[in-house]
């Protein structure tokens, strides 16, 4: 009698709530898709820059007639992930000695997507070896015409050409849709209107862009790994304030420098970066 007593009371407190520990989000039921054919390929179908043979000349990028882009689907899913989350992924920062240099403030897109090939290789990092890394892919980067920094779309191509991973752009920016990725093994990559992260960290004001990695969240902050302050590790940014701050980066328009305003103009995407 009393062994049914007490599997009642837990199946009411199950029902009750107090026990949940999932949550409930709505995603686009369809996969992402990308505007530029064959970018967005398996990284089997891309050997990683890393393991290529040095070639005698260096391609240069070539400018795509239409923009990498991503379509969000009217049909959605509702699906069950974890109340809470945060994957382990590895931290250093882009300046990974505190030399806080012309290249080294520009670098947090690359050290972005070193953090996040790290965690999917499962490799291990270091101060020294972001250090090296971030020389590496800067060569790499010189050698085929890259800017200072890289948009969404640039650094999808990077992720696969560079890295072998798996990504994709997607314009569905919600909380909802950053949850799935991540329960599903996924990494986020996103750019940012840096100064409108108001991260307390950054050398005021701040830079105009920025570019970090989501590795989990809980009921009301997102936890990244922001290579931009030597604090970054797990830094945890509020829902709203993160995805107020996605904005992609403009080549066009920093060509005459980009203006506070402007930068908060720019197009909303996430970079889905998929587990192998």
């Excluded at 919600?174 to 940012?192: C, F, H, M, R, W």
């Excluded at 991260?199 to 830079?207: D, I, M």
Aim: proline share 5%; net charge negative; charged share 30%.
């Amino acid at each position: 009698m009393k062994r049914l007593i007490i599997l009642s009371v837990a199946i009411i407190f199950l029902l009750s709530g107090c026990g949940q520990t999932t949550r409930t989000v709505s995603v686009s039921a369809e996969p992402e898709s990308v505007g530029e054919e064959g970018l967005a390929t398996s990284s089997q179908e891309n050997k990683p820059a890393t393991q290529e043979v040095e070639e005698a000349e260096t391609s240069k990028i070539e400018e795509s007639e239409e923009p990498l882009d991503a379509t969000i689907n009217e049909e959605s899913k509702t699906v069950e992930v974890p109340a809470k989350l945060e994957l382990p992924v590895l931290f250093a920062q882009q300046a990974p000695f505190a030399n806080w240099d012309e290249v080294h403030e520009e670098t947090c897109e690359e050290a972005s997507m070193i953090m996040a090939a790290r965690y999917f290789k499962n490799q291990p990092l270091t101060e020294a070896i972001m250090e090296e890394e971030l020389q590496k892919i800067l060569k790499w980067q010189e050698e085929r015409g890259y800017k200072v920094d890289a948009t969404a779309e640039e650094t999808v191509r990077m992720l696969i050409e560079y890295f072998g991973l798996e990504a994709s752009i997607t314009k569905e920016v919600t909380a909802d849709k950053i949850k799935y990725e991540l329960s599903q093994g996924n990494l986020i990559i996103v750019p940012a209107a840096g100064r409108e992260l108001k991260n307390p960290n950054f050398k005021q004001p701040g830079p105009i862009y920025h570019m970090l990695v989501i590795k989990g969240y809980n009921d009301s902050e997102f936890i990244t790994n922001d290579p931009g302050t030597r604090k970054g590790n797990g830094y945890r940014y509020p829902y709203e304030t993160l995805l107020g701050a996605i904005h992609d980066w403009s080549h066009e328009l920093a060509e005459d420098g980009m203006s506070d305003a402007e930068m908060a103009q720019q197009p909303k995407v996430l970079i889905i970066v998929e587990k192998p």
